[in-house]
């Protein structure tokens, strides 16, 4: 595998959008996800905007890896759906805007059986934002969350629209008890963008823990291998654990990790 393209999520760095990219740009990462939702960065931003973003961002030799869209509700539930799926939209058009064609979103809870009411409605809004990105240059990921993702990849095969696919989050795995070492071979075909987020089981809670990266369960030497089988050429996203103390750091060590593989 060559170099690995490395970002950042912006949210995770914890610091105003301007002082953020530079603190990205000095931990020796190339890319950034910016999250449209939960990070203070401008979110209306005119064509004029846009050019100055982008300018900053070739100053540092900085790329948008990603444009993260995280809703409350998954495209299952009816309530506000069309809103939903319309704010999605905005989103990719605004993310191939930036230069990147990928927006992660959690599409919500993937039932076991494809005759659940659910599962229906989630294949017709994902078909839908499917075709609207081949439309736009822009495609939605669907993070890996809380089912094992032999389900997430039957639905996406079950599509008719092949422009989707998968944020493998080998984090959100583990701390849903759904992580196994066949888990990346499952969706390595699909995956558009790695979260590299790591996590342990805690019996005790009845659910995993996000740790930094390296300390956990998840075998990132395999992944990266069964990756570069694939020829896979997209980002790996770094992101803090929710209970650091020091964010800085711990990007600092995610970031010599990676390299080190």
Known sequence: MAELNIGIGLS???????????????????????????????????????????????????????VRFSTRRGYDVLQDLDRRIDATKQTMRFAYSLGTRVVINSVGYVPDSAEHPAYAQLRESLGDLARYGQHVGAMLACETASEPVERLVGLLDSLEEKAIGIAFNPGNLIINDCYD????????????????????????????????????????????????????????ILESSNNTIDRESELTNAVKFLKAL
């Open 181 to 236: 070492q066949n888990s990346i071979k499952e969706c390595a075909e699909r995956t558009l963008v790695v979260v590299a987020r790591d996590g342990v089981r805690d019996l005790a809670r009845g659910r995993g823990l996000q740790v930094p990266l390296g300390r956990g369960s998840a075998e990132f030497p395999d992944i990266l291998g069964v990756l570069e089988e694939w020829h896979y050429s997209g980002w790996f």
């Open 12 to 66: 995770s760095v914890g610091q105003p959008f301007k002082k953020a990219l530079h603190t990205v740009a000095r931990l020796g990462a190339t890319g950034v996800e910016i999250d449209v939702r939960n990070s203070a960065w401008p979110k209306e931003l005119t064509d004029t905007g846009r050019r100055q973003l982008r300018k900053m961002l070739d100053d540092l030799n900085l790329r948008v890896a990603a």
